[in-house]
């Protein structure tokens, strides 16, 4: 679907789109730029006309009188395919501005087969005809949960009745729509000319109606998506709930309702509300609004006056339906701009916004500024499966060194730390282990150095001089260390390119071959490229690190292997008096979180890649 681009650096996108529950015929490319002008970024459409809601009632009624007696409940009749006069939808530039909504009359959790396998019948000519067109998402009512003195029994068939839908393509996302809590009174039944009224009264429970389910909706879903395998086009769209947080939402529905009115009459949302929309906002994907029932679109006629009324069921089936075909006009053809108000003066573009829209898109102008950790970690951190990392055994690119390097916590901290280390050692009088009597510290793993810079802003800040070394296996990163160390550092930086666990540490005393092949490579000392001295000259010796700085905390337990690379250098190279390992300890922890988005993603590999569930 395409939208209309946020200008705003940083500013949280918000697609408002514009459903009217009386709509019954399909959008004209006309009513699409009228709802852009008004700020709108999509609409719904229904898929189907009254025309064939006609059809399938009458196909119903005729049935049930045909076998009043002697009838057999799998003897179903056929829906024949869609007719021109069934749907006015067509494919065209307009389609992927709409949002397609499904017949509500339909009744997929009927406990009568026949009134179940006729909803079935019309969502999959619907659903078909969807997707052929290119309408990407549909918007399918949920499952009716009450029937005398059942309660959610016809759940499971609801499930795999949408399971069957979702077979019918692979392209059609299906968005069941919930409402906040079921209310018995608020059934599926209010729907006017639904086919649950036509529910034979011999497949309904005896019993009282059931209070008010304040989880019902929920498990509904949560039964819905799991016979469904947590498929990856099957979303929900409800009400404003925190509860829907960590679920695949879709579309967040705010009705007339859900606005109050401010003290000049214009609407607003709660405070609650509004905090509930910034924090859905923030999400890796976030929901899109969808205004229900506010209004018309400016400019636009009214639709009760455009619109006809649907049929009204006549005893067990319909009254015959009108075939005016001036009642289900053809959908003009033509290509529909999908661009900003374009009048320059912004009092013309507030008078064509109707005022919810106005107050959704002042929301969004006023939303409250991004942490630093939520800047950084939008779109990678968040409801994201990361392998572990193997940087002791592979050389890792730029970029994931980037993504460790937006931490706007951890390496404050480290410079924090090595500040305190440096100021504590010389208030305190400790001895040092570098020649010229300087704090001899030593980052491990030094990777584009972060570290490293940290490490000088913390010496330079306390005051104090140190011998600085940094040690990179990686060869790719160890050539950035050198640009880093020649035009950053100012070439204060001993680099070694090498395994932290081979290295022998730091040897200030250079031989004159050494210094021969450091006037090329200044501050490097390389293992691999360094000619042996003299026999005749005495070999340096190594002498001990103060503090030794590191950042092997690994993604997962121990995966990139700390106390294997740690362990040798703490026990042979840390000054054993007063020397400082920073962190001096962590602790890996494993929580349980509910993160249905999380499992859908695993669920999806495990086809190709059955390990999938096991791998951390």
Sequence with gaps: MEFKSSTAENLPVYYVGQHESKRQVAISPHTVSQAFDCNYDMITTPITTPMFHSRVLSLLSNH??????????????????LAATDTAITPGDTIQKLVGTASPWVD?????????????QVLELEISYAAFCGLGNVVLQGPNLQYGGSHGEGVVKYAYAVQELLALN???QILIHLPMMYHPDQAGDD??????ICTRQEYIEEGGRSKHDLLGTWDAWHIIRTLCKYNSRLFVATHAQSRWHSEPLRLLSLTAQTFVPNPDGSPAL?????????RYMRLRTPPWILLCDVGPI???????????????????GPAKASKDPEKFPEVLRGVAENEQCNSESPTTEENLMPPHVKYIRGLQKNSPPQSILEYFGAGYFQDYLQGPLQPLSDNLESVTYEVFEKDPVKYDLYESAIYRALSDWVSAG?????????????????????LVTRALRASETANVKIELWAVEKNPNAFVLLQHHNEHSWSNQV??????MRSWEGPISNITAQQQQYQSNHPHIQSHHQLQKPHPQQRQPQPHKIDILISELLGSFADNELSPECLGPLITNLLNPTHGISIPSSYTSHLTPIAAPKLHADIASRTPSDPKAPNTP
């Design 298 to 316: 400016p400019g636009l006629p009214d639709l009760e006056a455009e619109v006809p009324k649907p049929w009204k069921p006549n005893g067990i």
């Design 64 to 81: 049930f009188s045909e076998h009043k007696d002697g009838y057999l409940p799998d003897a179903t009749p056929t829906v024949t395919s």
């Design 108 to 120: 997929l959790s009927s406990p009568d087969p026949v009134v179940y396998n006729i909803s079935c």
């Design 270 to 278: 709660s405070k609650y509300h509004q905090s509930l929309i910034h």
């Design 430 to 450: 400790k001895t040092t282990s570098g020649p010229a009597r300087t704090i001899v510290i030593a980052v491990v793993g030094a990777g584009r150095g972060p």
């Design 191 to 196: 729907v006017e000319g639904s086919l649950s």
């Design 494 to 499: 001993h680099l070694v390119q090498s395994d």
């Design 170 to 172: 692979n392209y059609t």
